[in-house]
T-cell receptor
Framework: DGGITQSPKYLFRKEGQNVTLSCEQN?????MYWYRQDPGQGLRLIYYSQIVNDFQKGDIAEGYSVSREKKESFPLTVTSAQKNPTAFYLC??????????????FGPGTRLLVL | GQQLNQSPQSMFIQEGEDVSMNCTSS?????WLWYKQEPGEGPVLLIA?????ELTSNGRLTAQFGITRKDSFLNISASIPSDVGIYFC????????????FGEGTQLTVNP
């Protein structure tokens, strides 16, 4: 049963704490992504990784960190430097398709709430 | 940042009606993707388009890749209550990269 899993579904954080969101995929996809979604808004790219041991900042990387030690896993750490971390976090992975295109598939998301 | 204009922002329709939404950009895209998101869930891929002029169907859904490569539309025929959700378009500009640009979504409400 292939897919993308994110855990936990809900996560509560106290101010000043770092928290790590898990993302695992068994689709054998090379590229993985983290997005943030705020109420009533679209998706904003935090970080992405096109290959193991390499990753790039997206549009809103400040206050976040990632690692890509394994192809299947791309954890996201929300650090205390992120001033407004309450949001819905989505992980995605992609596979080449079409003429140089990529098709991205999303996980079920993690909702982070700061107490 | 966002470079796709998605419209309409929201739609309220009666069950059985057809729906049309679109995305436009000033930039050329080489891939267009359409997703549906339900509350508290991740977006689910509906249709992927890879060639200018391509018209693809998935059940009651039909999407087209504009011939200018700067737009795409999604049609839903004979809407049903479970069509409710937010529909996002996404485009990929750079064939050598994998970043997507997303529209801000169309919120669809279907009244039984």
């Amino acid at each position: 049963d292939g897919g993308i899993t994110q855990s936990p579904k809900y996560l509560f954080r106290k101010e000043g704490q770092n928290v790590t969101l898990s993302c695992e995929q068994n689709l054998n996809h090379d590229a993985m992504y983290w997005y943030r979604q705020d109420p009533g808004q679209g998706l904003r790219l935090i970080y992405y990784s096109q290959i193991v041991n390499d990753f790039q900042k997206g549009d809103i990387a400040e206050g976040y960190s990632v690692s890509r030690e394994k192809k299947e896993s791309f954890p996201l750490t929300v650090t205390s430097a992120q001033k407004n971390p309450t949001a819905f976090y989505l992980c995605a992975s992609s596979i080449p398709a079409g003429e140089g295109g990529e098709t991205q598939y999303f996980g079920p998301g993690t909702r982070l709430l700061v107490l | 940042g966002q470079q796709l204009n998605q419209s309409p922002q929201s739609m309220f329709i009666q069950e059985g009606e057809d729906v049309s939404m679109n995305c436009t950009s000033s930039s050329i895209f080489n891939t267009w993707l359409w997703y549906k998101q339900e509350p508290g869930e991740g977006p689910v891929l509906l249709i992927a388009l890879y060639k200018a002029g391509e018209l693809t169907s998935n059940g009651r859904l039909t999407a087209q890749f504009g011939i200018t490569r700067k737009d795409s539309f999604l049609n839903i025929s004979a809407s049903i209550p479970s069509d409710v959700g937010i529909y996002f378009c996404a485009g990929q500009r750079d064939p050598s990269g994998s970043r997507l640009t997303f529209g801000e979504g169309t919120q669809l409400t279907v009244n039984p």
